[in-house]
C-alpha cells in the first residue's frame, strides 16, 4: 500500500497545515488564500466547528417534519403557517378569522399547485438567498453598504 498526501499531512504541525491548504487552494485557478485564514480555522476548538453541524442536522430534522406535514395535508399545512404568521392561536379563531383563515390559505394551496412548489417565503427573502448564493455574504454586504 502506498503513502498518501493525506498521510503526512495529518502530521503536520497547524502552521504548515495551514500554508498547505493555502498552497492547494492557490493550485486551484490561482485562488490565493493567505495561511493566516487557515491558521485561525484550524484552530478553532472543536466545539465551534461542530455547532454547524448540529444546526445542519436540526435543520434537517425540522425539514423533514415541515414536509411529511406538507404532504400529508397541504391545506391544513398552510393554515398553521398563517396561524404562525400572523400570531393567532388556532383554538383561540374568531369566525372572521377562521374565514379569513380558511380563504388565504385556499389561495396558497392554489398557488403552490401552480407554481410545483409552495411559495413559503417572500421574493425578498428568495432573492437574498438567491444573491448571496451566487455571490457570496461579502459582496451582498458591500452591496448594502454602497446604499
Same mark, same amino acid.
Given at each position: 500500500?502506498?503513502?498518501?498526501?493525506?498521510?503526512?499531512?495529518?502530521?503536520?504541525?497547524?502552521?504548515?497545515?495551514?500554508?498547505?491548504?493555502?498552497?492547494?487552494?492557490?493550485?486551484?485557478?490561482?485562488?490565493?488564500?493567505?495561511?493566516?485564514?487557515?491558521?485561525?480555522?484550524?484552530?478553532?476548538?472543536?466545539?465551534?466547528?461542530?455547532?454547524?453541524?448540529?444546526?445542519?442536522?436540526?435543520?434537517?430534522?425540522?425539514?423533514?417534519?415541515?414536509?411529511?406535514?406538507?404532504? $400529508?395535508?397541504?391545506? %391544513? /399545512?398552510?393554515?398553521? &403557517?398563517?396561524?404562525?404568521?400572523?400570531? +393567532?392561536?388556532?383554538? =383561540?379563531?374568531?369566525?372572521?378569522?377562521?374565514?379569513?383563515?380558511?380563504?388565504?390559505?385556499?389561495?396558497?394551496?392554489?398557488?403552490?399547485?401552480?407554481?410545483?412548489?409552495?411559495?413559503?417565503?417572500?421574493? $425578498?427573502?428568495?432573492? %437574498? /438567498?438567491?444573491?448571496? &448564493?451566487?455571490?457570496?455574504?461579502?459582496? +451582498?454586504?458591500?452591496? =448594502?453598504?454602497?446604499?
Amino acid at each position: 500500500m502506498s503513502t498518501k498526501i493525506y498521510d503526512d499531512f495529518i502530521k503536520l504541525p497547524v502552521d504548515k497545515m495551514a500554508q498547505e491548504i493555502s498552497n492547494m487552494t492557490y493550485g486551484y485557478e490561482q485562488t490565493n488564500v493567505p495561511k493566516a485564514h487557515y491558521k485561525k480555522f484550524l484552530s478553532k476548538p472543536i466545539q465551534e466547528a461542530m455547532e454547524a453541524s448540529v444546526s445542519v442536522q436540526l435543520v434537517d430534522t425540522i425539514y423533514n417534519t415541515l414536509n411529511a406535514l406538507f404532504t $400529508e395535508n397541504p391545506l %391544513l /399545512f398552510f393554515k398553521a &403557517l398563517i396561524c404562525l404568521d400572523k400570531n +393567532i392561536k388556532p383554538k =383561540n379563531l374568531t369566525a372572521q378569522e377562521y374565514q379569513a383563515l380558511q380563504i388565504s390559505s385556499e389561495a396558497l394551496s392554489n398557488g403552490c399547485e401552480k407554481k410545483n412548489h409552495p411559495p413559503y417565503i417572500n421574493e $425578498e427573502i428568495s432573492n %437574498l /438567498f438567491n444573491d448571496v &448564493l451566487e455571490n457570496g455574504e461579502h459582496y +451582498i454586504l458591500k452591496s =448594502n453598504d454602497d446604499k
